[in-house]
T-cell receptor, first 115, second 114 residues
Framework: NAGVTQTPKFQVLKTGQSMTLQCAQD?????MSWYRQDPGMGLRLIHY???????DQGEVPNGYNVSRSTTEDFPLRLLSAAPSQTSVYFC??????????????FGPGTRLTVL | AQSVAQPEDQVNVAEGNPLTVKCTYS??????LFWYVQYPNRGLQFLLK??????LVKGSYGFEAEFNKSQTSFHLKKPSALVSDSALYFC????????????FGSGTRLSIRP
């Protein structure tokens, strides 16, 4: 199994540009989530999904959209990038949302810079 | 508000000494608590979790954590630190809203000196 994969690893955008961060998992996990990591602020939850077709907002959803058309994929879209979105983005998945006692598996991260 | 806090930004310990990384939480219902570790330029890796049962939970790399309900704490411990334990450590907790989700503390940087 590849686990959780994220592409790209690095990205530089100009203010106002749009892009999609890709996340895929091959473990048949129902629960997937996106976090951003900023110095001194830990990981903050952006959006999460408890299964295909179901998404919900986390702590910091503004400026980001998500969709979950398949169990495997959970892309994160920035419609109009802003410098405040400069961060490292992590995707994670776990087996069951209903209990959420299972371990979350993290991707390697995408380092995004918005100029 | 449901939350998790790590009061120390950095913890410095000499190799061979015991280490403690602190975590406190505030949740409704029974807490599900986790510790994760992040090495430089890597994603987070699971260390251990508390769901129910014994208050002392043992995890990977010789780490353990003690759940204390009265103090709402879940401190991470190791009897003898290694230089290779130097990393960023995150405490996390499951919280309840329209659906359950995991939220993380701000992280504690652990530095082990030889």
């Amino acid at each position: 199994n590849a686990g959780v994969t994220q592409t790209p690893k690095f990205q530089v955008l100009k203010t106002g540009q749009s892009m999609t961060l890709q996340c895929a998992q091959d473990m048949n996990h129902e629960y997937m989530s996106w976090y951003r990591q900023d110095p001194g602020m830990g990981l903050r939850l952006i959006h999460y999904s408890v299964g295909a077709g179901i998404t919900d907002q986390g702590e910091v959803p503004n400026g980001y959209n998500v969709s979950r058309s398949t169990t495997e994929d959970f892309p994160l879209r920035l419609l109009s990038a802003a410098p405040s979105q400069t961060s490292v983005y992590f995707c994670a998945s776990s087996r069951q949302e209903t209990t959420s006692t299972d371990t979350q598996y993290f991707g390697p991260g995408t380092r995004l810079t918005v100029l | 508000a449901q939350s998790v806090a790590q009061p120390e930004d950095q913890v410095n310990v000499a190799e061979g000494n015991p280490l403690t990384v602190k975590c406190t939480y505030s949740v409704s219902g029974n807490p599900y608590l986790f510790w994760y570790v992040q090495y430089p330029n890597r994603g987070l890796q699971f260390l251990l979790k508390y769901i129910t049962g014994d208050n002392l939970v043992k995890g990977s790399y010789g780490f353990e954590a003690e759940f204390n309900k009265s103090q709402t704490s879940f401190h991470l411990k190791k009897p003898s630190a290694l230089v290779s334990d130097s990393a960023l450590y995150f405490c996390a907790v499951r919280v309840y809203s329209s659906a359950s989700k995991i939220i993380f503390g701000s992280g504690t940087r652990l530095s082990i000196r030889p």
